[in-house]
């Protein structure tokens, strides 16, 4: 929309200001800045400077010459000789009136700029502000909404091997839509891509971009929220119109969790209003239309119910860190097209949770200190030495040796065991990856809370039991457990029946039990996150089932 019908005014009126502006903060400065002296001084630079203007006003005499400008009291100065030996003026009280006319002029000028501004704002009664807004938003039109054709294909991924089916389901929609419709098939309209910095999310979306052959929006949360009110819903409302247009399209939104963190009483009016915005766009929308909004962050927890609900973002892939055979693939991915003398499968071991992001700058900065060296083939002395360098900087992933690397698996182990016996659903358990005990439930007993601190604590009683020593690993979980036995005991009683003491005495008594009872298929668990490093409930429940 046009800010001014007259695109030459525009720049006029403004000069024009200015310099009015400039001239009266002149006159302001130019009666305010003369320097007060005595008389004695004052006669002194009379004498010893080139005079260009000597007058009197009110009670003071003021000088301007080439040395400043200086003013005295007239009372100790000789007016016969200066009036006979210098042209002086003399301006009486009324001169005063001049700043005030001076300022009412300035305000005159104000007053006669907005109303030429009105005149020419845009039409519908917009005010002049809802115009310079408006203007805003169309000069940065082409930013709103930036379209990428995406060249990267699933060649381009490796290690996504597990979430593959979801995305080849999506890819299949975006082709052709109508197909599902006739069915009577609804896609999701919106996918979550949850998982840590640097597992590839983005290079997921453009490959199903490129996959799918079908315009791709990238947009960052954080870019949609503004500073001025109204600015972010309009740009998730320009965004969402031009993806229609285009259909079938595919708008990704990164770290949607930048605006779409649960709403509530700290919250950002602006930010809740964008959120508001985005979910009215996803209802508005036929799932039919060959639209889809991918999304992904790393903090699903913060993320609003309403952006979770059926209709919305109502499939969730999560991307783990990839596991030894994935941190394989992904290293040849990265290596293909360079020289190297390397056992990958053996960097593979030594870089346990390295995301795909950081395997490729290992590989990058590998071949960098390689040429360096003169050498245009990448050695395991060139990983080696930047290794240190790649991970300097992030959350430390411990370098396990093989002994460390047992006592994790059995510590894992244990934990995921007893969490599948006791019945929690676990996602999957992971030499490196806590375990995740998903309580679905709103209502839940005191036994439920107790179980979950078995669940905590029995890494560290098998290891006491394995080993016949205690380790410096699995701390935090013993500090959350001790937490859930004070809360069992205080908040689930209506009296203080026991001593929190007493209770995980009697907790750790039956966990050494079950433990036992589980121990082989513990050990068989271990022995495949020593050599796997990931694995899944089916893979954990199959243990346990062939135990009984």
């Given at each position: 929309?046009?800010?001014?019908?007259?695109?030459?005014?525009?720049?006029?009126?403004?000069?024009?200001?200015?310099?009015?502006?400039?001239?009266?903060?002149?006159?302001?400065?130019?009666?305010?800045?003369?320097?007060?002296?005595?008389?004695?001084?004052?006669?002194?630079?009379?004498?010893?400077?080139?005079?260009?203007?000597?007058?009197?006003?009110?009670?003071?005499?003021?000088?301007?010459?080439?040395?400043?400008?200086?003013?005295?009291?007239?009372?100790?100065?000789?007016?016969?000789?200066?009036?006979?030996?210098?042209?002086?003026?003399?301006?009486?009280?009324?001169?005063?009136?001049?700043?005030?006319?001076?300022?009412?002029?300035?305000?005159?000028?104000?007053?006669?700029?907005?109303?030429?501004?009105?005149r020419y704002s845009a039409k519908d009664g917009q005010s002049v502000f809802e115009s310079i807004k408006e203007s805003g938003v169309n000069i940065a039109q082409s930013e709103i909404a930036p379209q990428y054709?995406?060249?990267?294909?699933?060649?381009?991924?490796?290690?996504?091997?597990?979430?593959?089916?979801?995305?080849?389901?999506?890819?299949?929609?975006?082709?052709?839509?109508?197909?599902?419709?006739?069915?009577?098939?609804?896609?999701?309209?919106?996918?979550?891509?949850?998982?840590?910095?640097?597992?590839?999310?983005?290079?997921?979306?453009?490959?199903?971009?490129?996959?799918?052959?079908?315009?791709?929006?990238?947009?960052?949360?954080?870019?949609?929220?503004?500073?001025?009110?109204?600015?972010?819903?309009?740009?998730?409302?320009?965004?969402?119109?031009?993806?229609?247009?285009?259909?079938?399209?595919?708008?990704?939104?990164?770290?949607?969790?930048?605006?779409?963190?649960?709403?509530?009483?700290?919250?950002?009016?602006?930010?809740?209003?964008?959120?508001?915005?985005?979910?009215?766009?996803?209802?508005?929308?036929?799932?039919?239309?060959?639209?889809?909004?991918?999304?992904?962050?790393?903090?699903?927890?913060?993320?609003?119910?309403?952006?979770?609900?059926?209709?919305?973002?109502?499939?969730?892939?999560?991307?783990?860190?990839?596991?030894?055979?994935?941190?394989?693939?992904?290293?040849?991915?990265?290596?293909?097209?360079?020289?190297?003398?390397?056992?990958?499968?053996?960097?593979?071991?030594?870089?346990?949770?390295?995301?795909?992001?950081?395997?490729?700058?290992?590989?990058?900065?590998?071949?960098?200190?390689?040429?360096?060296?003169?050498?245009?083939?990448?050695?395991?002395?060139?990983?080696?030495?930047?290794?240190?360098?790649?991970?300097?900087?992030?959350?430390?992933?411990?370098?396990?040796?093989?002994?460390?690397?047992?006592?994790?698996?059995?510590?894992?182990?244990?934990?995921?065991?007893?969490?599948?016996?006791?019945?929690?659903?676990?996602?999957?358990?992971?030499?490196?990856?806590?375990?995740?005990?998903?309580?679905?439930?709103?209502?839940?007993?005191?036994?439920?809370?107790?179980?979950?601190?078995?669940?905590?604590?029995?890494?560290?009683?098998?290891?006491?039991?394995?080993?016949?020593?205690?380790?410096?690993?699995?701390?935090?979980?013993?500090?959350?457990?001790?937490?859930?036995?004070?809360?069992?005991?205080?908040?689930?009683?209506?009296?203080?029946?026991?001593?929190?003491g007493s209770l995980l005495q009697d907790l750790i008594l039956d966990l050494e039990s079950t433990l036992n009872s589980l121990q082989s298929a513990i050990d068989a668990i271990a022995k495949k996150l020593y050599?796997?490093?990931?694995?899944?409930?089916?893979?954990?429940?199959?243990?346990?089932?062939?135990?009984?």
């Open positions: 929309m046009q800010f001014i019908k007259n695109k030459k005014a525009k720049p006029i009126i403004i000069v024009a200001f200015l310099m009015l502006l400039a001239i009266f903060i002149t006159v302001l400065v130019k009666s305010s800045n003369s320097k007060l002296v005595s008389a004695g001084e004052f006669n002194k630079i009379l004498q010893n400077s080139k005079v260009e203007s000597i007058y009197i006003k009110d009670k003071y005499i003021f000088l301007e010459s080439d040395k400043g400008d200086y003013k005295s009291a007239i009372s100790g100065i000789n007016r016969d000789k200066i009036f006979s030996k210098y042209p002086v003026k003399v301006y009486g009280k009324s001169s005063n009136y001049l700043i005030y006319v001076a300022v009412l002029l300035l305000l005159l000028i104000l007053a006669s700029l907005m109303l030429i501004l009105k054709n995406s060249e990267i294909s699933f060649k381009n991924v490796a290690g996504i091997s597990e979430v593959k089916e979801d995305l080849e389901e999506i890819i299949s929609f975006l082709k052709s839509p109508l197909k599902f419709k006739k069915l009577g098939i609804r896609m999701p309209k919106g996918v979550l891509l949850v998982g840590p910095p640097g597992v590839g999310k983005t290079l997921i979306a453009k490959a199903i971009s490129a996959e799918a052959n079908v315009p791709f929006f990238y947009h960052s949360g954080a870019n949609f929220v503004h500073i001025y009110a109204g600015m972010g819903a309009k740009r998730v409302k320009e965004l969402f119109n031009k993806a229609k247009e285009m259909a079938p399209s595919i708008i990704f939104i990164d770290e949607i969790d930048s605006v779409g963190k649960a709403r509530g009483n700290l919250g950002s009016e602006e930010r809740e209003a964008t959120l508001n915005q985005l979910l009215v766009e996803m209802d508005g929308f036929d799932s039919a239309s060959g639209v889809i909004v991918i999304g992904a962050t790393n903090r699903l927890d913060v993320l609003d119910n309403a952006l979770l609900r059926p209709g919305r973002f109502d499939r969730r892939i999560f991307i783990d860190l990839p596991n030894l055979n994935e941190r394989e693939q992904v290293l040849n991915l990265y290596l293909k097209d360079k020289k190297h003398k390397l056992d990958t499968f053996y960097i593979a071991k030594l870089t346990a949770g390295f995301s795909p992001a950081e395997l490729e700058t290992l590989v990058n900065e590998a071949a960098l200190n390689a040429l360096k060296d003169g050498r245009e083939t990448v050695e395991l002395k060139d990983i080696d030495s930047v290794k240190e360098r790649v991970i300097y900087g992030k959350k430390r992933v411990p370098i396990l040796t093989d002994k460390e690397r047992e006592i994790q698996s059995y510590y894992q182990a244990s934990k995921a065991a007893v969490a599948s016996w006791l019945g929690f659903k676990v996602d999957r358990a992971g030499l490196l990856i806590s375990i995740n005990i998903n309580k679905e439930a709103s209502i839940y007993s005191k036994q439920t809370v107790l179980n979950e601190a078995k669940v905590l604590l029995a890494g560290s009683i098998y290891l006491k039991q394995k080993f016949e020593d205690y380790y410096n690993i699995g701390a935090q979980d013993r500090a959350k457990a001790k937490s859930l036995i004070k809360e069992a005991n205080e908040k689930f009683s209506i009296m203080q029946e026991e001593s929190n050599e796997q490093e990931n694995l899944s409930y089916d893979e954990i429940k199959k243990e346990l089932d062939a135990l009984f």
